[in-house]
């Protein structure tokens, strides 16, 4: 097996599913990017899940469970505003991990932010229904963004959470969200550019809020968030204040914290970059706090380790 369809031994423990209501925040700077990170994710998620496992492998019984005894489902809701849905499909598949499939069993979802939120005309999130073999049952697997306004924004996510129900076969399913880079639709709706977008006030607490809503309705919430020096320590800007506030409230909340930059001391061909794992300010159940060296290659195998090795 290459190192491209298995998970680097070093992170295998912070992938695994967290408890319930947590919050895990990711953040990149320009040039070290969270791509390789929420692959992972994606991979030891749904590879765990009951409905990826042959009919041999073993299952954990739960006998006090709200599935019967057996395991529960872990399903993914994936919202992108930098990827298109081709984009994880091709780069999931490398890990072993196939995205049509899943979207099929009723175990992921995707919500794309990035093709239409800025130029379709229709100012609506529509629904793409997934191939189905009965006309009854409900859309979705697929959605669109057309609108960059919270309301639209939070009834997508809603009814992508309520069709992942309906369509996870029965069993109520471990729901874990993923979106990939939120605070670009802070940037791109910060009151210096767009004070109408969000109309209820600061737009910053706005999408907290909405988060909150959300991570009441999913078992976890996984985000993907720029800390470039800049954006964070600057703050002269409107914008700049606005996702400083954002990053280090959520910062506070999270359960873990899962940083990425590049080396402090320039590049190196055989280092991409610095993984850091460290408790965020929710720890009533801590981490193990780490540093890690990281190299992507080529193929999308990822290397993990420790300095000096």
């Known amino acids: 097996m290459t190192s491209r369809t298995t ?39 749904l590879k765990s899940s009951p409905s990826s496992l042959p009919p041999s492998s073993p299952r954990i019984i739960t006998p006090d469970g709200p599935n019967g005894g057996q395991q529960q489902k872990t399903s993914i809701i994936l919202l992108s505003f930098l990827r298109d849905f081709p984009f994880w499909r091709e780069t999931a598949s490398r890990l072993g991990v196939d995205l049509e499939a899943h979207t099929r069993r009723g175990s992921f979802t995707f919500i794309d932010g990035l093709s239409n939120l800025f130029s379709s005309p229709s100012g609506s999130s529509t629904p793409t229904p997934t191939p189905s073999s009965s006309s009854s049952s409900p859309p979705g697997g697929k959605y669109t963004l057309s609108t960059p306004t919270i309301t639209e924004l939070s009834k997508t996510l809603h009814k992508a959470v309520d069709d992942l129900r309906c369509r996870s076969g029965g069993a109520e399913p471990k729901i874990v969200l993923v979106i990939d880079q939120l605070d670009l639709l802070l940037a791109s709706t910060s009151t210096s550019t767009s004070s109408t977008s969000f109309p209820e006030g600061n737009t910053s607490q706005a999408l907290r809020d909405m988060l909150l809503d959300l991570r009441e309705k999913t078992h976890t919430t996984i985000l993907t968030l720029s800390a470039d020096d800049p954006l964070l320590n600057a703050q002269t800007t409107t914008l700049e204040k606005d996702h400083a506030a954002f990053v280090l409230s959520l910062a506070h909340e999270a359960r873990m914290l899962m940083s990425l930059r590049l080396l402090d001391t320039g590049t190196a061909k055989d280092v991409s970059g610095v993984l850091r794992i460290t408790n965020g300010g929710d720890d009533v159940v801590p981490v193990e706090e780490r540093e890690y060296l990281y190299h992507v290659g080529g193929d999308g195998g990822v290397r993990v380790f420790e300095r000096g090795q």
């Open 7 to 45: 998970i680097p031994p070093l992170l295998d423990p912070y992938l695994s599913l967290p408890d319930e209501t947590s919050l895990i925040v990711l953040t990149s700077v320009l040039g070290a990017s969270t791509n390789w990170l929420v692959l992972r994710f994606l991979h030891s998620l």
